[in-house]
């Protein structure tokens, strides 16, 4: 006997009534089979809509059932959804959950698991009502398992194997009715009814569920059939759709519209809907949005119930009390529509578009709220939401693209946010508020992307033209200045920066006081500022202060606290204190794990701010073990040439060189300094200063003179952008007095690190780490040029300040003991 499957999933319910098929079920298995290598062929069925690629897709996972491990059903006609739907497979495969990780980084794992072949390598994916090949082959794993995809669009043929499929045959018909009806009818019935009905499977299906229910003769049914042909022509039909599954599908809809018109109110309405499910919360009384033609229905519940159940005995829509869920099939959505007139369908259209809005959660930011937005993001599209003018909608539509942002989804959101300033820029203009705010948003998404001159470029025009038009002090308009600021950063604009967001905290301030949400985003984002410009310990108290206040309100969302959390543990370490600074990063980032997942793009950040901090508390193999994985992870995530990547390869230079290993850590600088110039140009601060590692590297591995070369270029750089005071030019310096001592210019490393010390004391104090290393540095020229009681009084303070400040065992500390200099690096934060 054969096995069930160990994994089957999603897969509908195999039709008791099927027959015939048998030529399509096995050219579909011979094809399928077709490339026993390991990477199999996709398969795709192809056909007009009705002709019963679904049921033949269904019949083949049951048949075969016992060939398969594991069997899983997408619906693929809202590619919005497939990953949803993907990520889904997480715990049939042991992976972490979606709700753990997030969409996106679920759905990669997912693939990558399913083409490893490991747990299983007998799988198989069916892709459902898949219409445009584009949009769903990037999510078509590629492995030893097979992939079956039903699509209308005959365009697939251009892309994978293709079979097409047709209507029945006559014979088919025939039975199929037949065993349907059992012996209600006869086989000149059948061929009467299989002729009116075109042999389209899914016609005879309603057909003959409509008979079965109604005990209705097969004469009675043509006649009506004939009867309501000659009215729906009238209609303008859509092509796809034969008329006589119109009219077949009509009878059920007109014996409600007699009796209980609010139930085909509610079932027109449904039509302007997506396919997938709609919360049954749309339609609850209190959704305030509601247009004119629902409003009477949604203000009785009595009357929306009776017209719920009516709809679902008839089997015109679906319900589903677990989810809370109820589901038109597209095929009567299409009728629906059709015969809908133009006038009819724009209202109804609205209705939806304002039910939609109605049922949003107030913040996107909020984690536990984005099952909500996920159930509404699957109508967006085929609601047509996006040609709504109503700003209330357009509010709607763009916090979904801030869903999608916040949880990682960076692609899917721009190209949303392209859609919507294309087509309202046409629609009313470019100044709109809802067009720049859109803008607004799609220059944030750029940031995410590391595209910070298209974000800045974009953002500088919005932002002036939404002072024009809101005013200075709008609140979109602070929140413009404060992504925009984000932008400067991107741009290595430190200072500009700091007083844009100096301006925009004090404008939050005025108008919803200092402990608003927006007013402390608003510190926080000033407190980045502070710390780009070497101001660590005032960021460091700015963050504190933002940190105790969100963890201690309800309602902040998970994202912003970890980032906010993130912050303060980095200017605790940039202000010096490692210790306390590895144990915050180290909450941080256990918090990401268990709230956001671990591959989220938040929480990732906060891995490599932990690996950085273990690093510099001299656990060296704690640290190697998170920045590997952590650089592994944003890889898979972005690719090497995102800013997040390049910064994880950075800090993954860093502790290998601290481990020892120098050919690895060379080779992982090298990579990375390559997209550095693409990424942020050739001045950058970050392009800069990330070429320390690299001279750094040089020196260790026996040239000094190519590192000196480097260094004096990094410092006359770096002394242009952000000033001679700045930690990553006294760093850069630090490092280029060690060239010179190994070059045994002992004069110039003297007169370097003199110089160094008093540029230290603008931003650091004698007991920060800069301090200590600069001074234990200098010790070692005053000795090789003579001043050596200067040398043994500076050795001897430096020594006891690093043991309170370090530790004795930290390695520094040791390197210093044994007579050894001290150098810097750098490890580029987030912008």
């Not at 086989?187 to 299989?194: G, I, K, R, T």
């Not at 002729?195 to 043509?222: I, N």
């Not at 309202?424 to 001159?453: D, K, S």
Request: one cysteine or more.
């Amino acid at each position: 006997m054969a096995q069930s499957p160990k994994i089957w999933e999603r897969v509908p319910k195999r039709n008791p009534n099927f027959t015939g098929r048998a030529d399509l079920l096995t050219a579909l298995r011979k094809s399928i089979n077709t490339v026993t290598a390991v990477v199999a062929q996709p398969q795709a069925l192809q056909g007009l809509g009705g002709v019963g690629k679904t049921q033949l897709a269904i019949e083949y996972a049951w048949q075969y059932r016992d060939h398969y491990d594991l069997v899983w059903w997408v619906s693929a006609d809202q590619p919005l959804l497939v990953p949803s739907v993907l990520a889904g497979m997480t715990q049939a495969l042991n992976l972490p959950p979606a709700s753990s990780t997030g969409v996106e980084q679920a759905t990669q794992s997912v693939l990558r698991t399913l083409e490893s072949g490991t747990p299983y390598r007998r799988w198989l994916v069916i892709f459902d009502n898949a219409e445009e090949p584009d949009y769903i082959k990037d999510f078509i794993p590629r492995g030893p398992g097979h992939v079956l995809i039903t699509s209308r669009n005959s365009r697939w043929s251009d892309h994978e194997p293709t079979i097409e499929v047709d209507v029945f045959r006559r014979e088919e018909s025939v039975a199929f009715l037949q065993r349907r009806l059992r012996t209600s009818i006869g086989e000149p019935e059948a061929d009467l009814l299989a002729d009116k009905l075109g042999d389209l499977p899914l016609a005879l299906e309603q057909a003959a569920a409509l008979l079965a229910r109604t005990l209705m003769s097969v004469d009675e049914y043509v006649a009506l059939l004939d009867e309501q042909t000659s009215r729906l022509l009238s209609l303008e039909k859509a092509p796809t759709y034969p008329q006589s599954m119109t009219a077949a599908w009509q009878l059920s809809v007109s014996q409600l519209e007699d009796r209980i018109p609010a139930a085909v109110e509610v079932l027109r309405c449904c039509a302007f809907f997506g396919p997938e499910p709609i919360p049954r919360d749309v339609f609850r009384r209190a959704n305030r949005a509601v247009g004119p033609r629902l409003a009477p229905i949604l203000s009785d519940p009595i009357e929306l119930t009776n017209a719920l159940s009516n709809l679902e005995r008839l089997a015109l829509v679906k319900v589903e009390p677990s989810t809370r869920t109820l589901q038109v099939h597209r095929l009567n959505q299409a009728l629906l529509r059709d015969e809908t007139s133009e006038k009819d369908r724009a209202e109804l259209r609205h209705e939806v578009h304002l039910l939609l809005t109605g049922t949003a959660p107030s913040d996107a930011d909020d984690t536990s709220r984005w099952p909500q937005f996920e159930e509404l993001a699957a109508h967006l599209e085929p609601s047509g939401l996006v040609e709504c003018t109503v700003p209330a909608v357009r509010q709607f539509a763009l916090k979904l693209v801030r869903y999608l942002y916040v949880r990682g989804s960076y692609r899917q959101a721009q190209a949303l946010l392209d859609e919507y300033i294309t087509k309202w820029t046409a629609a009313g203009g470019a100044l709109q508020p809802e067009v720049l705010m859109a803008q607004i948003q799609l220059g944030i998404v750029h940031l995410a992307l590391a595209r910070y001159t298209e974000a800045e470029e974009l953002m500088s025009q919005v932002v002036d033209q939404m002072a024009e038009t809101l005013g200075p002090e709008h609140p979109d308009t602070l929140w413009a200045k404060n992504s925009y600021a984000a932008a400067l950063r991107g741009r290595g604009e430190f200072l500009q920066a700091r007083e844009l967001d100096s301006e925009v905290r004090s404008g939050y301030n005025r108008l919803h006081g200092e402990d608003d949400t927006l007013s402390l985003q608003a510190r926080n984002n000033l407190a980045l500022d502070y710390a780009l410009t070497s101001e660590y310990k005032q960021a460091r108290d700015m963050l504190l202060d933002v940190y105790l206040y969100m963890s201690s309100v309800e309602g902040v969302g998970r994202r912003p606290l970890l980032q906010m959390w993130s912050n303060l543990s980095r200017a605790v370490r940039l202000s010096g204190q490692f210790q306390v600074a590895t144990d915050m990063a180290e909450e941080a980032y256990s918090y990401g794990v268990s709230h956001l997942g671990d591959d989220h793009p938040t929480t990732l950040s906060a891995a490599k701010d932990y690996a950085i901090a273990l690093r510099r508390s001299g656990r060296l193999a704690e640290a190697l073990t998170l920045m590997t994985d952590t650089h592994t992870r944003l890889h898979r995530l972005y690719d090497e040439g995102h800013a997040d990547t390049m910064a994880a390869a950075i800090g993954l230079c860093n502790v290998l060189r601290a481990h020892g290993d120098l050919e690895e850590a060379t080779a992982t600088a090298q990579r990375a300094l390559r997209h550095y110039p693409m990424i942020f140009g050739d001045d950058h601060p970050f392009t800069l200063a990330a070429r320390i590692n690299l001279a750094l590297l040089l020196r260790l591995n026996g040239d000094p003179a190519a590192a000196l070369e480097i260094d004096e270029q990094v410092l006359s750089g770096l002394t242009v952008r952000v000033g001679r005071d700045h930690d990553y030019a006294v760093s850069c310096a630090v490092n280029l007095q060690n060239d010179l001592a190994a070059l045994g210019r002992h004069e110039d490393a003297r007169r370097l690190g003199e110089e160094n010390q008093r540029w230290i004391r603008t931003h650091f104090d004698e007991d920060h780490y800069i301090s200590l290393v600069c001074a234990a540095n200098l010790s070692h020229d005053l000795r090789a040029t003579g001043a050596e009681a200067e040398a043994d009084r500076l050795l001897s303070e430096v020594k006891q300040r690093f043991d309170t400040v370090m530790g004795r065992e930290h390695p520094d500390a040791l390197a210093m003991m044994a007579g050894e200099r001290i150098n810097c690096d750098f490890d580029p934060p987030p912008i």
